[in-house]
Antibody, heavy 122, light 111 residues
Framework: QVQLQESGPGLVKPSQTLILTCTVS??????????WTWIRQPAGKGLEWIGR???????NYNPSLKSRVTISVNTSTNKFFLKMSSVTAADTAVYYC??????????????WGQGILVTVSS | QSVLTQPPSASGTPGQRVTIPCSGS????????VYWYQQLPGTPPKLLIY???QRPSGVPDRFSGSKSGTSASLAISGLRSEDEADYYC????????????FGGGTKLTVL
């Protein structure tokens, strides 16, 4: 059973760079055909897709966040990462990592982390 | 403003059948699969329906999905109190190199 767990700072200052880690257990991050994904949800609001990385390393990003976001992976530690630069209060949200199957239009996130609340404030 | 449009709220009584609509466009629902998620308070979303009308293992057959043109809907029959949750539709959108879009979510209340 695949499990995902987010970790990182709970508080980030405006204009700084946020780095979150998703640790994958129960399966190798570089085996099979999957997209490793970041999604966020501001308090009381809906879901926003941030971006994804395919098993091979290729990435896709939300057009509205693309200039500030990078998703990367460390296969030796079975972790993938979200890096978001120049954060503002609007980036305050619960951040989830998730896995979908590996076909291009896949939106079937079967596995999710529990989420991590990130607050952007000085 | 979400790319996919859902009503903010819906309600029903126990045992009733309710439907939640999701409206999109030719670049998302019109050409790609629709997915549905259920989110209980304080928990991550749970995949309820994939590829328009498929249920993952463990999802009761009270939940069903359908799609027609650029719209989709989630139906819940035999409504139960534990179905009270937020429901989100989602799809791949082919514009701007492709990306995932979600509906704004529908809060389902079981009266």
């Amino acid at each position: 059973q695949v499990q995902l767990q987010e970790s990182g700072p709970g508080l980030v200052k405006p204009s700084q760079t946020l780095i979150l880690t998703c640790t994958v257990s129960g399966g190798s991050i570089n085996s099979g055909s999957y997209y490793w994904t970041w999604i966020r949800q501001p308090a009381g609001k809906g879901l926003e897709w941030i971006g994804r990385m395919y098993t091979s390393g290729s990435t896709n990003y939300n057009p509205s966040l693309k200039s500030r976001v990078t998703i990367s992976v460390n296969t030796s530690t079975n972790k993938f990462f979200l890096k978001m630069s120049s954060v503002t209060a609007a980036d305050t949200a619960v951040y989830y990592c998730a896995r979908s199957r590996g076909y291009n239009t896949a939106v079937d996130f079967e596995y999710w982390g529990q989420g991590i609340l990130v607050t952007v404030s000085s | 403003q979400s790319v996919l449009t859902q009503p903010p709220s819906a309600s029903g009584t126990p045992g009733q059948r309710v439907t939640i609509p999701c409206s999109g466009s030719s670049s998302n629902i019109g050409t790609n699969y629709v997915y549905w998620y259920q989110q209980l308070p304080g928990t991550p979303p749970k995949l309820l329906i994939y590829k328009n009308d498929q249920r993952p293992s463990g999802v009761p057959d009270r939940f069903s999905g359908s799609k027609s043109g650029t719209s989709a809907s989630l139906a819940i029959s035999g409504l139960r109190s534990e179905d009270e949750a937020d429901y989100y539709c989602a799809a791949w959108d082919d514009t701007l190199s492709g990306h995932v879009v979600f509906g704004g979510g529908t809060k389902l209340t079981v009266l």
